[in-house]
């Protein structure tokens, strides 16, 4: 085995259990609420179903010398006014409450359930005659329907409560279906859709697990407005007809009394707002805890010791800084105690520089920069000193950070949709920010909201200032992004990792865009968050090198490529694909598949309601050979991704033929695409949306095979076994939940998914664009391995050229739902014929900065 492999190993390798998925009822069991309401359920309960056993006297005996008592011994909760013991009706009634409530909620449960799941997995006319029905029932007045009834059948609660829970369970029809129509939309339904299973079993084992925690909440709501409609019939005279105890006849009798004995209100309505308040916060608690069980605990960061490694020496601020941050420690609170994300941090930024923090997932660059913005998310600063031109910052003082944001700080999300108000206009959004920032009025905040949209370099500026954040590219919502941070005017721009989710042209627009903002601003500093050390050549002027919370390296841009002194700069400097050759072709072999003038069609509605239908991919050729890698590379929106989805079947091919041998795959019924699913698998982009946090890796892995291909358990647990062991991981991560492993372990298991059918052929959707440098080598290694050891051949989409060439046989480059250049990975790469691949290029970044440097400046959009 070679010492790349050992190395790999060793790092896939689960000593421990650091993520532990603890039982459901040991989360409930650690909720104080959830005790205490549950025992006082507990005990209402109880002791309404013993009643005959544990009160005191009949319901219906009278003692008439003690009317209207309070507690007394003889009568703990007093007597009403025929002398009936209070305690001994409150008993009895509670057993026509809870079984109304038992019945009305089993109506409720299965009918809005069921038919939320069938209107919210369906399409079409199923949904639409669902939703119809439930707003009718939603449009009849329920209680007056109940009254009705009780006029016919007076007394019989069973039958009101039935009928009660027909008509509410539109709620929750509504409810689950809008969840669900989310819920079936993710990457693990998905995945489970390509395994073969059929859509019932994807409903049931997928689909309605991840609904428990807001069917919870609308069953315990429920409970408690079926109460308080039970109570209301009883006190109209509708319900249980005396001298037959209820909770509402009970308090009906109290009202007729209350000027004579107010305490007989007292014990029915304590007895009644205790049992409501009991089961909304059982119902709070289970959803919280079911939410917290599949988030996962924060792991403990495990820190290599100080002997193992070379000492860092301790890096003073230099005197005179922008910014100066000091031993700079932050932690996260957990239940066994603190845990420390950064610890001891040191750094100062100087007026116009480029500082990059450089690091892999969890360093803990992204803390730091937001504990500087006084914005931790569920983190404190712990010890440490920020200072901003010698005054240092008072993290606890919210009011003084609020200014030092508006004053000092901009700052650049990674992802920029979700940062922008999608309900707002986005020249309405950057003239409140320029109000807010600059104090000026409003004529005089819409003339600099177009000056900043101006400055972001967005063409037609008055155009965009009318749309709305979804109605933005990527590239362009960036921008706006940029330009609410530039409302500020900030001395000191943070930037976390802004051009992560971009593709390579628009990254290099990005990074010329800062940089003309810093050149054309000397008083501007530039804190850059990154993994990517194309970006940190193209615009650093220094570097600090973060990982597991410290700080390992800190140098000058061109010393840092040169000559990195720590072995973990080393490393990811090593495992950049972008630093590798071109990979050699492996031989010519058979034909696999066969793609010919294939066309997929998206329907949709125009502004006007009018439908609409949008072309990505319009006539596409492919050809993939079997044992050889086939490179899909172009931008976001070029087709690229609709081509794996209909080669996979999740989205039906508009025309055109899918041959997978002998087979065709357009057209096929859905029956045959899921019995062809153990010939062709996928591998997606997200690690992290792939798997069904709530199953097991083993339950993941196993249920295709044991439902949707017919082997038995004993084979398929053989399987997954030999499954995980291909992919580097123990036999006993199958007991084990997604929540439990890194990203890079998570990637390791979606291969093993992929390859648990022994497929012929895998589409991977950008299998390492999430993951950081050292772990894209290590499942690209890993990817390599699998393709010798199993001969499976790979439709690898991807918009990063680097991956692309050192993984690639051959490369087809799209455009705009077409191929417009293809050939072997070496003739494409080092000698592309057409326009838009040598844009491609000359947009990706090099991670070397006596090329890079400047070079996003000269990158230029290829438009045809």
Same mark, same amino acid.
């Given at each position: 085995?070679?010492?790349?492999?050992?190395?790999?190993?060793?790092?896939?390798?689960?000593?421990?259990?650091?993520?532990?998925?603890?039982?459901?009822?040991?989360?409930?069991?650690?909720?104080?609420?959830?005790?205490?309401?549950?025992?006082?359920?507990?005990?209402?309960?109880?002791?309404?179903? %013993?009643?005959?056993?544990? @009160?005191?006297? *009949?319901?219906?005996?009278?003692?008439?010398?003690?009317?209207? *008592?309070?507690?007394?011994?003889? !009568?703990?909760?007093?007597?009403?006014?025929?002398?009936?013991?209070?305690?001994?009706?409150?008993?009895?009634?509670?057993?026509?409450?809870?079984?109304?409530?038992?019945?009305?909620?089993?109506?409720?449960?299965?009918?809005?359930?069921?038919?939320?799941?069938?209107?919210?997995?369906?399409?079409?006319?199923?949904?639409?005659?669902?939703?119809?029905?439930?707003?009718?029932?939603?449009?009849?007045?329920?209680?007056?329907?109940?009254?009705?009834?009780? *006029?016919?059948?007076?007394?019989?609660?069973?039958?009101?409560?039935?009928?009660?829970?027909?008509?509410?369970?539109?709620?929750?029809?509504?409810?689950?279906?809008?969840?669900?129509?989310?819920?079936?939309?993710?990457?693990?339904?998905?995945?489970?859709?390509?395994?073969?299973?059929?859509?019932?079993?994807?409903?049931?084992?997928?689909?309605?697990?991840?609904?428990?925690?807001?069917?919870?909440?609308?069953? +315990?709501?429920?409970?408690?407005?079926?109460?308080?409609?039970? +109570?209301?019939?009883?006190?109209?005279?509708?319900?249980?007809?005396?001298?037959?105890?209820?909770?509402?006849?009970?308090?009906?009798?109290?009202?007729?009394?209350?000027?004579?004995?107010?305490?007989? =209100?007292?014990?029915?309505?304590?007895?009644?707002?205790?049992?409501?308040?009991?089961?909304?916060?059982?119902?709070?608690?289970?959803?919280?805890?079911?939410?917290?069980?599949?988030?996962?605990?924060?792991?403990?960061?495990?820190?290599?010791?100080?002997?193992?490694?070379?000492?860092?020496?301790?890096?003073?601020?230099?005197?005179?800084?922008?910014?100066?941050?000091?031993?700079?420690?932050?932690?996260?609170?957990?239940?066994?105690?603190?845990?420390?994300?950064?610890?001891?941090?040191?750094?100062?930024?100087?007026?116009?520089?480029?500082?990059?923090?450089?690091?892999?997932?969890?360093?803990?660059?992204?803390?730091?920069?937001?504990?500087?913005?006084?914005?931790?998310?569920?983190?404190?600063?712990?010890?440490?000193?920020?200072?901003?031109?010698?005054?240092?910052?008072?993290?606890?003082?919210?009011?003084?950070?609020?200014?030092?944001?508006?004053?000092? %700080?901009?700052?650049?999300?990674?992802?920029?949709?979700?940062? =922008?108000?999608?309900?707002?206009?986005?020249?309405?959004?950057?003239?409140?920010?320029?109000?807010?920032?600059?104090?000026?009025?409003?004529?005089?905040?819409?003339?600099?909201?177009?000056?900043?949209?101006?400055?972001?370099?967005?063409?037609?500026?008055?155009?965009?200032?009318?749309?709305?954040?979804?109605?933005?590219?990527?590239?362009?919502?960036?921008?706006?992004?940029?330009?609410?941070?530039?409302?500020?005017?900030?001395?000191?721009?943070?930037?976390?990792?802004?051009? +992560?989710?971009l593709d390579v042209t628009v990254q290099a627009e990005i990074l010329a865009l800062l940089h003309r903002l810093c050149d054309a601003d000397d008083s501007m500093s530039l804190l850059l968050v990154t993994h990517d050390w194309g970006v940190v050549a193209d615009i650093a002027d220094r570097v600090i090198v973060l990982r597991d919370g410290r700080i390992v390296e800190e140098a000058g841009a061109d010393e840092i490529f040169v000559h990195p002194t720590h072995a973990h700069t080393?490393?990811?400097?090593?495992?950049?694909?972008?630093?590798?050759?071109?990979?050699?072709?492996?031989?010519? +072999?058979?034909? $696999?598949?066969?793609?010919?003038?294939?066309?997929?069609?998206?329907?949709?509605?125009?502004?006007?309601?009018?439908?609409?239908?949008?072309?990505?991919?319009?006539?596409?050729?492919?050809?993939?050979?079997?044992?050889?890698?086939?490179?899909?590379?172009?931008?976001?929106?070029?087709?690229?991704?609709?081509?794996?989805?209909?080669?996979?079947?999740?989205?039906?091919?508009?025309?055109?033929?899918?041959?997978?041998?002998?087979?065709?795959?357009?057209?096929?019924?859905?029956?045959?695409?899921?019995?062809?699913?153990?010939?062709?698998?996928?591998? %997606?982009?997200?690690?992290?949306?792939?798997?069904?946090?709530?199953?097991?890796?083993?339950?993941?892995?196993?249920?295709?095979?044991?439902?949707?291909?017919?082997?038995?358990?004993?084979? @398929?647990?053989?399987?997954?076994?030999?499954?995980?062991?291909?992919?580097?991981?123990?036999?006993?991560?199958?007991?084990? !939940?997604?929540?439990?492993?890194?990203?890079?372990?998570?990637?390791?298991?979606?291969?093993?998914?992929?390859?648990?059918?022994?497929?012929?052929?895998?589409?991977?959707?950008?299998?390492? *664009?999430?993951?950081?440098?050292?772990?894209?080598?290590?499942?690209?290694? $890993?990817?390599?391995?699998?393709?010798?050891?199993?001969?499976?051949?790979?439709? %690898?989409?991807?918009?990063?050229?680097?991956?692309?060439?050192?993984?690639?046989?051959?490369?087809?480059?799209?455009?705009?739902?077409?191929?417009?250049?293809?050939?072997?990975?070496?003739?494409?790469?080092?000698?592309?014929?057409?326009?838009?691949?040598?844009?491609?290029?000359?947009?990706?970044?090099?991670?070397?900065?006596?090329?890079?440097?400047?070079?996003?400046?000269?990158?230029?959009?290829?438009?045809?």
């Amino acid at each position: 085995m070679t010492a790349a492999v050992e190395e790999r190993t060793e790092v896939v390798r689960i000593p421990r259990d650091v993520r532990a998925v603890p039982p459901l009822w040991r989360i409930l069991l650690s909720r104080m609420q959830f005790v205490m309401c549950s025992a006082i359920l507990a005990v209402i309960v109880l002791a309404v179903a %013993f009643a005959p056993v544990i @009160a005191p006297d *009949s319901p219906v005996a009278q003692d008439l010398q003690n009317t209207l *008592s309070g507690p007394t011994p003889a !009568h703990l909760l007093g007597t009403d006014d025929l002398g009936r013991d209070v305690l001994s009706r409150l008993l009895y009634g509670g057993q026509v409450t809870l079984l109304g409530v038992a019945q009305a909620l089993a109506v409720f449960l299965v009918l809005g359930t069921v038919l939320g799941l069938a209107a919210g997995m369906s399409r079409g006319v199923v949904d639409t005659i669902i939703v119809r029905a439930a707003e009718i029932l939603l449009s009849v007045p329920a209680f007056i329907i109940l009254l009705v009834m009780l *006029s016919i059948v007076p007394g019989n609660m069973s039958v009101a409560m039935i009928a009660f829970g027909v008509l509410t369970s539109p709620l929750l029809i509504r409810v689950v279906r809008g969840t669900t129509k989310t819920v079936r939309n993710e990457l693990f339904v998905r995945g489970a859709r390509t395994m073969g299973l059929t859509e019932t079993q994807i409903t049931t084992r997928h689909v309605l697990p991840r609904l428990a925690g807001p069917i919870i909440v609308q069953a +315990t709501v429920f409970s408690g407005a079926v109460i308080i409609s039970e +109570t209301g019939l009883g006190y109209l005279g509708f319900g249980v007809q005396l001298p037959a105890p209820s909770w509402g006849n009970m308090v009906q009798t109290a009202s007729e009394n209350i000027s004579r004995s107010p305490w007989l =209100l007292v014990p029915t309505g304590g007895a009644i707002i205790v049992t409501i308040m009991a089961l909304m916060l059982v119902g709070d608690s289970v959803r919280d805890a079911v939410a917290e069980r599949w988030a996962g605990p924060p792991q403990r960061r495990v820190r290599p010791s100080r002997s193992a490694s070379a000492p860092t020496p301790a890096i003073a601020p230099a005197p005179g800084a922008l910014l100066e941050v000091t031993d700079l420690t932050i932690v996260v609170d957990s239940p066994s105690g603190p845990v420390t994300l950064v610890e001891d941090v040191s750094f100062a930024l100087h007026t116009g520089e480029t500082l990059c923090l450089v690091g892999e997932s969890g360093s803990g660059k992204s803390i730091t920069s937001l504990a500087l913005l006084g914005l931790s998310r569920g983190t404190r600063v712990a010890s440490g000193r920020i200072a901003v031109d010698g005054r240092e910052i008072v993290a606890d003082d919210a009011e003084k950070m609020r200014r030092l944001r508006r004053e000092t %700080f901009g700052y650049i999300t990674q992802d920029p949709q979700p940062s =922008l108000d999608p309900s707002m206009r986005v020249g309405d959004l950057l003239a409140q920010l320029v109000r807010l920032h600059q104090g000026v009025d409003p004529r005089v905040a819409r003339e600099r909201m177009i000056e900043l949209l101006e400055r972001v370099q967005i063409p037609d500026p008055q155009a965009v200032a009318r749309r709305y954040p979804h109605q933005l590219s990527g590239g362009m919502a960036q921008r706006v992004v940029i330009a609410a941070a530039l409302s500020a005017r900030p001395r000191i721009l943070i930037a976390d990792e802004p051009t +992560t989710a971009l593709d390579v042209t628009v990254q290099a627009e990005i990074l010329a865009l800062l940089h003309r903002l810093c050149d054309a601003d000397d008083s501007m500093s530039l804190l850059l968050v990154t993994h990517d050390w194309g970006v940190v050549a193209d615009i650093a002027d220094r570097v600090i090198v973060l990982r597991d919370g410290r700080i390992v390296e800190e140098a000058g841009a061109d010393e840092i490529f040169v000559h990195p002194t720590h072995a973990h700069t080393r490393a990811m400097l090593e495992a950049d694909p972008a630093r590798l050759d071109v990979r050699a072709a492996r031989p010519a +072999t058979d034909p $696999l598949l066969a793609v010919r003038d294939l066309r997929v069609e998206y329907a949709g509605r125009d502004a006007r309601g009018r439908p609409t239908h949008a072309t990505a991919v319009d006539g596409v050729d492919l050809d993939i050979a079997r044992g050889r890698t086939l490179g899909l590379i172009g931008e976001s929106g070029s087709g690229k991704s609709s081509i794996g989805n209909a080669i996979v079947g999740l989205v039906e091919a508009t025309s055109g033929s899918i041959r997978l041998g002998d087979e065709e795959l357009v057209g096929a019924s859905a029956r045959r695409r899921r019995a062809l699913s153990g010939r062709v698998q996928v591998i %997606f982009q997200d690690p992290y949306g792939s798997l069904n946090p709530v199953r097991t890796v083993g339950s993941t892995l196993a249920e295709p095979l044991v439902l949707a291909h017919g082997r038995s358990a004993a084979d @398929a647990r053989r399987d997954v076994a030999d499954a995980l062991d291909r992919v580097g991981l123990p036999t006993i991560a199958a007991d084990r !939940h997604p929540a439990q492993f890194s990203g890079g372990q998570r990637q390791r298991i979606a291969i093993a998914r992929a390859i648990v059918l022994r497929p012929e052929l895998i589409v991977c959707d950008e299998p390492v *664009s999430a993951l950081d440098l050292t772990i894209q080598e290590q499942v690209l290694t $890993l990817l390599s391995e699998l393709q010798d050891e199993l001969g499976v051949a790979y439709l %690898f989409i991807s918009h990063d050229l680097s991956v692309v060439r050192s993984f690639c046989d051959d490369v087809a480059v799209m455009y705009r739902g077409s191929i417009v250049e293809r050939g072997s990975a070496r003739d494409v790469i080092l000698d592309p014929a057409h326009a838009y691949t040598r844009s491609l290029l000359e947009a990706a970044p090099i991670p070397d900065p006596t090329v890079q440097r400047g070079r996003s400046l000269a990158a230029e959009r290829y438009v045809a």
